[in-house]
């Protein structure tokens, strides 16, 4: 049995992409002067959400400013002046995208009877949250759902000082335990899977069938690499796992 389990949040307990492709949809459905399609317009956001994003993680702006990058990059194409000011777009940010984005997630529903399952195993492994997401974002989510409970801790790069996949290596410190007896459940097969058995970390891939990053299919996997299709066939597969 695995010393400590890790999860990743976004894609894997909480429906990430959907709640942002709600939100940013009423959005641009209710733009008079855009200068393109809707479709259009929610696959920029998309785009830039995740450059943007690696620019925080990769140190280059905070979490705030990343948002503002994004809506200077966006807001033309939705036919919207770009303010000077950035509290102007700290405002646009909360009102218009956080306020409907926080209300639009969703816990998926094999999250909770993993957790319990877990929980109950006789000498059952630690449980934590390993997530690139911004930390009070990230922990809001799982208090809005009743989370919180289940883990030891909730690891960001703020906790860490690395994002993933440094954040491994890091992350198996702060808990306090051997990469080999630690395991990482995730829906991105290279980030939370390839990447974390690179550590040294027994990765399990979570497909939910659908890819987190195009929405496509889910990628061809090698058949060596531990797969569940449901966080509730976890238990079960720890068992065949090497940690």
Request: aromatic share 8%; proline share 8%.
């Amino acid at each position: 049995m695995a010393d400590v389990i890790f999860f990743d949040l976004d894609g894997t307990l909480v429906d990430h992409r959907s709640a942002v492709l709600e939100t940013i949809g009423r959005i641009v459905r209710a733009a008079p002067g855009a200068t393109a399609s809707p479709e259009e317009l929610v696959a920029l956001w998309w785009t830039l959400e995740g450059r943007h994003m690696r620019e925080y993680l990769a140190g280059e702006c905070s979490f705030a400013e990343q948002h503002r990058r994004r809506l200077r990059s966006f807001l033309p194409a939705l036919g919207e002046p770009v303010p000077d000011d950035p509290g102007l777009l700290d405002a646009w940010i909360a009102e218009r995208y956080l306020a409907p984005f926080e209300k639009s997630w969703q816990c998926y529903p094999d999250v909770r009877p993993c957790l319990e399952a877990l929980r109950g195993l006789p000498g059952g492994p630690r449980l934590a949250v390993l997530t690139n997401g911004d930390p009070d974002q990230q922990r809001a989510k799982l208090a809005r759902f009743g989370l919180l409970e289940y883990f030891e801790a909730v690891l960001t790069p703020a906790e860490l000082g690395a994002a993933k996949p440094a954040a491994y290596a890091a992350a198996c410190r702060w808990m306090g335990t051997d990469p080999a007896r630690a395991v990482n459940v995730g829906d991105m097969l290279e980030s939370d899977v390839n990447a974390a058995a690179l550590a040294g970390l027994t990765g399990v891939w979570l497909d939910r069938g659908i890819d987190f990053v195009t929405g496509g299919p889910s990628p061809a996997a090698d058949a060596t690499v531990p797969r569940i299709e449901s966080l509730t066939d976890l238990p079960a597969r720890l068992s065949l796992t090497p940690a």
